[in-house]
């Protein structure tokens, strides 16, 4: 069953401008991570947050986490034509840090 | 990035036969997982493994098993290939001695006909 959901689906913008992806999940969770997917490629792992974290940069890139909401987003500041990609949320379950579950991600396009 | 690879890249077989994909690592990683990607879908795994030897089912098992007597190779074997089972099949990494992310293969694209 897929914990994750990625809201929108997809997302297109002009390269230079901020995109927004939002995740919801259902139980209670140790992390939350976000990955990148390019194109036939394999995902690359771009942050984690903790349940006890509200918000975390990296570089372009802040994810905040509302846990009485179950809800996280990734914001990308500033975006170039190299970050289309799709965009996944993992979360790690409180009871479990073996398993990641999935959403369905976010496919973004960057137009120059 | 962590050194893994998958074998083959690409495969095409026949209904019935049965498949064995590679995983392979270099990282001296603890925990091995299999995961499926289908459109509309989020990765939805299959096996997964703690250690030599030791591995457990995941969401999506049924029809697939799996070995590992290696710390650096994790296999998935089809028994009996159903076009159900045309996906890309990834394969991925955790360190587990604090480390929470997951580092993956460039997946294999099978194609059953």
């Known amino acids: 069953s897929q914990q994750g959901e990625e809201d929108p689906q997809a997302l297109s913008i002009q390269e230079g401008e901020n995109a927004t992806m939002n995740c919801s999940y259902k139980t209670s969770i140790n992390n939350l991570q976000w990955y990148r997917q390019n194109s036939g490629r394999g995902l690359v792992h771009l942050i984690l947050?903790?349940?006890n974290e509200r918000e975390k940069h990296s570089g372009r890139l802040r994810v905040t986490l509302d846990t009485s909401k179950k809800s996280s987003s990734l914001l990308i500041t500033a975006s170039r034509a190299a970050d289309t990609a799709s965009y996944f949320c993992?979360?790690?379950?409180?009871?479990?840090?073996?398993?990641?579950?999935w959403g369905a991600g976010t496919k973004l396009i960057i137009k120059p | 990035d962590a050194g893994i690879t998958q074998s083959p890249r690409h495969k095409v077989t026949e209904t019935g036969t049965p498949v064995t994909l590679r995983c392979h690592q270099t990282?001296?990683?603890?925990?091995m997982y299999w995961y499926r990607q289908d459109p509309g879908h989020g990765l939805r795994l299959i096996h997964y493994s703690y250690g030599v030897k030791d591995t457990d089912k995941g969401e999506v098992s049924d029809g697939y098993s799996v070995s590992r007597s290696k710390t650096e190779d994790f296999l998935l074997t089809l028994e009996s290939a159903t076009s159900s089972q045309t996906s890309v099949y990834f394969c991925?990494?955790?360190?587990?001695?604090?480390?929470?992310?997951?580092?993956f293969g460039p997946g294999t694209r099978l194609t059953v006909t």
């Open positions: 947050i903790r349940s």
């Open positions: 990282e001296n990683h603890r925990y």
């Open positions: 991925a990494t955790r360190a587990g001695t604090g480390g929470h992310e997951q580092y």
């Open positions: 993992a979360t790690a379950a409180e009871d479990s840090n073996y398993q990641l579950i």
